[in-house]
């Protein structure tokens, strides 16, 4: 059972409906008692990071996810947003992230490549950097749907799982034990996601 | 580079059924939108685009998108009538990507705001139907084509910018569904005004149009007719490039 974290932020539907697709069991979470009994967590997220943060500690759900993950050593997958909040902050906003990793985000900042657009809105690849459950049967012919304006970057070379390319490299997949994230959408991405989502399900 | 190049089958909806027209006028039945999707999904294309036609003035069918969205495995545009944040939030949830907002952007500009409040600007894309008219002069037109705005092109886009837009569907109705090319000419202009993506739709019947729009400026290309006739006779067949022919494209 995959539990994937609903805290008002849009964009469920299409995660629940590529998980059952991958044929695991998924359900919403919006409450800290609901929260509390998940194994395995999916954080997904879209929009501003103040907003995200704002409405996860609106809801109360910042000290159990912490604890979760944490202490309880529950494997979480931030996607998007969700990974950008996995940090401690971000160039975005003033809110602290739930500081999960040490990561924060900077702006994309494709200058100097002409006409490459803010938001990175499109497909793209990714390299890996070491291997890992998350990325088996992934290749470097895998597509990845992005929507993002910012980026993580890991004060720990070693959390950076992948890097893709958008003018300049950015960390689109990180790994810390039971921490995942990925930049980009798996939900939207065809069978690479469901591939990615699929990986996630049996660790 | 050539990844960055999202090709977008650009479908419009009308009764719940697919339909394509030409110059925003005669439309023909093309089939049913959860089928195109399937296929697509096969096909495993960029993203798709849907406009409910018949929607202005209406709800959006909440029900058939609800249905798209479960079967999409792609991220998926809507617009049609959706006049309310509100609405917008209820695509969202059923799991829209992006919504289009076009003549109610127009009516009530707070509305791009409003939406990209809700989930951030690439979630709002500000879809602009330009008409040419026989001084080769552009102006905005709304609801559906019947609508002129007097309105500079240009201007527009770059207000839907500040109003929030993440990126801008540039149609034009002189092209649509002609399949002789898109407006390159308008493409140029628009893009070059905004540091928002602009989306070139209208006119394109081969690969070689998708490139020109590209070489014009456009971030993203997106047909009509292209994915969903075959042949000289328009017969109906749904279809999308192979990856590599793409990928040589755009190289």
Redesign the interface.
Known sequence: MISVVDYGVANLGSMLNMLSRVGVEAERVGTREELDGASKIILPGIGAFDTGMSALTERGLVETLRKKVLQDRVPILGVCLGMQLLGIGSEEGELRGLGLMEAACQRLRPEGYGRLKVPHMGWGRIARRRSSPLLVELDEQSRFYFVHSYHVVCNDPEDVLAVSSYGSDFVSVVERGNIFGVQFHPEKSHRFGLALLRNFARI | MS????VIPCLLLRDGGLVKTVRFDSSRYVGDPINAVRIF?DK?V??LVFLDIGATGREPNFELL?DI??E????FAYGGGVTSPEQA?RL????V?KVVLNTAAVHTPRLVSDVAD??????VVGSIDVRRNWRSQYSVWISGGREDCRRDPVTWAQELERLGA??ILLGSINQDGTQSGYDLELIHSVSAAV???VVAVGGAGSLRHLREGVDH?A??VAAGSLFVFHGKHKAVLITYPERKDLEELFR
């Open positions: 990844l960055n190049i999202r999904n495993e960029d993203e609800a969205a479960s999409a495995f792609m991220p939030k969202f949830a059923l799991g990507e809700i989930a951030g600007s690439s979630s993440g990126e540091s928002i993506p400026g971030s993203a």
